[in-house]
């Protein structure tokens, strides 16, 4: 991670628009990897910003998912994370403010976790907006600006 | 400070923050103060089943490295000798995706440390994910030539019409002289191009097409000799690098373009 953003930064690109595609829960659907199961979506934001949802979730230990955003630079390789979802299997270390902590948390990105020379997502807080996999997916897509597909059914009244 | 009170500093540090929490019939997940880059600490569960005591991570591990890469990528080259060596070094076996740590003759101690450092090198491998931004070398390139040359005596991604219609020997700038032969000007920014290049000057040759061929490395150390030689023997000039030779090229650019 190269790619420093500041806080305005990170928010204008939460904030951007990001219009989910038809059936994107077909396209979001998990496949199994080695101890693992993960999919990707590539989605470009109304301002032509292209950001990725990263979903990942343990084979053996339900409590153990990430539901992420990143957002990828024009001019780089490298995904940066803006928000991520993560389950209840490990403890998490703010470094800088000396908190640790064992529950569902969600990371965030913020500029001065990066001009401190750590991860952009490396800040996290606990939540109790969600208890599993699924969940975590509805508050990502919630707190970060998606919009669900029009049902063309709906339209007809 | 004592000698005494930095060992007994030391002890309570580390034991305070390692912790064994039961979490359900013969599972104990293990906390330790041990991080990923971004925070996280390592997942490490204490588990037994028919052949005993054994540590999982149970899949947290590469998952977790996947944020950053492919999974794909452990499979090949210095990821895999990393994740290779650290495996058999600390005597933890994969086990589809899971690494796991068996617990021999009750030694949890020494199995968790094994475990750890372990967990720890193969997480390594996402320093080696290096930043690699998008070159700008060909744009570089063309904004160059078009501060130095008219458009009228340019042409972009030139081929010759009468012998080669479709464009098969193409050139990435032909640069024309008024009463001389004219400059077919390359850019280079990796083996497959400096060879093309070597087959379309070969190619001019052989149509009896009066040239000047000069080639713009992107970075001309970082070709394959081979490739670079054959280039040498059929090019008349050679720029090594776009970077530090900016001024260079477009002085050899505005000479070339007057009229003698």
Redesign the interface.
Known sequence: ??TLLTDADIAKLIGERKQLPASYTAKLGLKD????K?RELDITGENGSVFRL?L?Q????IL?F?A?LAYLPE?????F?LR?C?GK???????LEHQ?F?DFHI?YATERYQTSG??E????IPTDKYADFHGALRCLLDECSFDEPVDPNLLLF | MELDSIVKDFKAKVCEQLRVVPEGNERFRVFTPFLFEDGDHLAIVLKKDAGGWFLSDEGHTYMHLTYDLDEKDFGKGTRQEIITNALSTFLVADRSGELVSIVSNGQFGDSLYSFIQAVLRISDVTFLSRERVKSTFMEDFRNLIEAHVPEESRAFDWHDPKHDPEGLYSVDCKVVRRGRSPLLVYALPADERVSAATISLLQFERWGLEHLGVGVFENQEEVNRKVLARFSDVSDKLFSNLATNRDRLGRYLTENLVIQ
Do not use: V
Request: charged content about 30%; glycine content about 2%; aromatic content about 4%.
């Open positions: 991670m190269s990897k080695r101890g693992h993960e990263i990942r343990s084979s053996s230990n153990d990430s992420i001019d780089s390789n490298q995904t994370r991520r993560n299997s490990h403890e998490h270390t703010n470094k640790t064992y990371h750590l991860r997502d490396a800040y996290a």
